[in-house]
């Protein structure tokens, strides 16, 4: 198997930190450079005609691409240690947690960044910047309501670290490097408390 990658990108970010946390080996990486186009060549779009990455190609010559359907692929073949439940209710409730970081926190810091950030510009054309400063407004309240959330229990999905844990991380890694968002620096105490405790996981180091 090979994984096509991106550096600094979320999304397969978040299957490398999967991959890292299941102590998967074996599957190779290949990184695609989306800034200089690479993802639109033809060889890639062969592979994934929305020209995105995450992509995991099969030895068969399969490609399996979004990453909640690759993360998915790798808990059935890879089963321990458990990221998205072990039952029909764990899995749901799991399952609408990673959805809520996926959906919110994670696409209003991707389109805040992309639509406000120069370096960006190559993948977002045209940039609206009002638009980008709106969806930053909207990514606080998100974390903020996030920060809550984690004032009351260790993990976003609950009492254990899981799926939901990895994108809402990513998402905020993304935020912190390209819209230099420091929750503590916004009175979000808990939120930034648990990114720290989630930066030191060995996962996190090894997917930067």
Not at 86 to 112: C, K, N, P, Q
Not at 129 to 141: N, S, T, V
């Amino acid at each position: 198997m090979k994984l096509y990658i991106s550096s600094h990108a979320p999304n397969p970010r978040r299957v490398s930190m999967f991959i890292l946390e299941k102590g998967i080996t074996g599957i190779a990486t290949e990184v695609v450079d989306i800034l200089a186009g690479e993802q639109r060549s033809e060889r890639f779009l062969a592979k994934n005609p929305l020209g995105r990455v995450p992509a995991l190609e099969f030895d068969d010559g399969r490609v399996l691409s979004e990453t909640r359907a690759i993360c998915t692929w790798l808990e059935g073949r890879y089963p321990e240690p458990n990221l998205m439940g072990v039952d029909f209710e764990e899995r749901a409730f799991i399952e609408m947690a990673d959805r809520r970081m996926e959906l919110h926190l994670l696409l209003e810091t991707a389109h805040s960044a992309r639509h406000t950030h120069p370096a960006l510009a190559p993948l977002e054309q045209p940039q609206f910047k009002e638009y980008g400063a709106a969806q930053a407004d909207r990514m606080r309240i998100t974390a903020r309501w996030l920060d809550q959330v984690l004032a009351r229990q260790p993990y976003v999905a609950g009492e254990r670290f899981t799926i939901a844990d990895i994108t809402a991380f990513c998402a905020l890694e993304f935020g912190r490097g390209l819209l230099r968002f420091r929750p503590g620096e916004e009175g979000m105490a808990n939120l930034q408390a648990w990114r720290d405790r989630i930066a030191e996981r060995p996962s996190a180091i090894g997917s930067k």
